[in-house]
């Protein structure tokens, strides 16, 4: 949620497991759990109007980093995607849209390699 915090500092995070390694976490009870999710959504509803969508600056640079070297491999076929290292790539898109779309055929792509 720190992360998420340093770019979107008006969004509500709720913590329902915390990791303690690879395969293990401590986890909420599930009503416990949605109690907070429904108090998070609560005050995040609260903030909507107060909210002012920033108008995005184009051309955006989109910034991916794959799974694998693998996926980054398959990613690298389409024109517009370059290659930054092993497992990063990155294009350019005009709108938002755009981006989304282009996103939306990595992921598609991803699926041959599953």
Same mark, same amino acid.
């Given at each position: 949620?720190?992360?998420?915090?340093?770019?979107?500092?008006?969004?509500?995070?709720?913590?329902?497991?915390?990791?303690?390694?690879?395969?293990?976490?401590?986890?909420?009870?599930?009503?416990?759990?949605?109690?907070?999710?429904?108090?998070?959504?609560?005050?995040?509803?609260?903030?909507? %109007? +107060? =909210?002012?969508?920033?108008?995005?600056?184009?051309?955006?640079? $989109? &910034? #991916?980093?794959?799974?694998?070297? *693998?996926?980054?491999?398959?990613?690298?076929?389409?024109?517009?995607?370059?290659?930054?290292?092993? %497992? +990063? =790539?990155?294009?350019?898109?005009?709108?938002?849209?755009?981006? $989304? &779309? #282009?996103?939306?055929?990595?992921? *598609?792509?991803?699926?041959?390699?599953?």
């Amino acid at each position: 949620m720190a992360e998420a915090a340093a770019l979107f500092p008006n969004a509500v995070g709720v913590a329902v497991k915390t990791a303690h390694g690879h395969r293990s976490a401590t986890s909420l009870s599930s009503a416990a759990a949605c109690a907070a999710i429904e108090a998070g959504a609560r005050t995040a509803a609260q903030r909507t %109007a +107060t =909210l002012r969508i920033a108008p995005q600056r184009t051309p955006l640079s $989109v &910034r #991916v980093q794959a799974a694998s070297p *693998a996926y980054a491999d398959l990613f690298a076929m389409l024109p517009l995607v370059r290659r930054v290292d092993a %497992a +990063t =790539l990155e294009f350019s898109s005009p709108t938002m849209r755009h981006a $989304v &779309r #282009v996103l939306n055929s990595l992921s *598609a792509m991803s699926f041959m390699l599953r």
